[in-house]
């Protein structure tokens, strides 16, 4: 629950900041299309985490660790995984961040290409043991390769920046 609290208020003030410039076409359409995808994110980590409450009764981690150290049921858990990689924007579920960043202010750009995605990296990093590993590998190795690739064929200075974000957090 204070996964999701945290994530959705981080969320919030992004979602504001990325419309800064209210007389701006493309600042509306970058915070509509960041609050779209970013509620539909929220819908699916809401979900997982009722299908995890209702599994095992209990919202302490701890817990739940002990409970699938017994079981190895990960599927919500991967479901939970898959969301929290869209809401980050990693690569293949990429698409909608790099159009996000090509319509917010330049400024706005880099700030939230990053802190968008630390928090949710550090939690994935601090509760590893609770997600397969192989989703994991697939996404960053996917996100490294793409992130990779794309920006030669680009000449947006925003579109490469945003790929080069995609980079180093693949």
């Not at 509306?28 to 997982?48: D, E, H, P, T």
């Not at 599927?75 to 990689?85: N, P, R, S």
């Not at 994991?136 to 030669?152: D, E, R, W």
Request: net charge positive.
């Amino acid at each position: 629950l204070a996964l999701y609290i945290i994530i959705e208020l981080q969320s919030y003030s992004l979602y504001l900041l990325t419309g800064l410039h209210n007389r701006s076409y493309n600042a509306s359409r970058a915070s509509l299309l960041y609050f779209l995808m970013g509620g539909v994110a929220s819908a699916i980590i809401l979900l997982a985490s009722y299908f995890i409450y209702a599994l095992t009764g209990t919202t302490n981690l701890s817990d739940i660790a002990i409970f699938y150290s017994y079981s190895n049921a990960y599927e919500y858990f991967d479901i939970l995984l898959i969301a929290l990689l869209f809401k980050m924007g990693m690569a293949p579920l990429h698409r909608w961040s790099i159009a996000v960043y090509n319509y917010a202010p330049t400024y706005i750009t880099a700030y939230i290409s990053v802190v968008a995605k630390i928090s949710i990296a550090s939690w994935i990093f601090t509760n590893a043991n609770l997600f397969n590993h192989h989703i994991l590998i697939i996404f960053f190795y996917l996100s490294l390769f793409i992130a990779c690739y794309k920006p030669l064929f680009q000449v947006n200075i925003k579109t490469i920046l945003a790929y080069s974000g995609l980079l180093n957090f693949g």
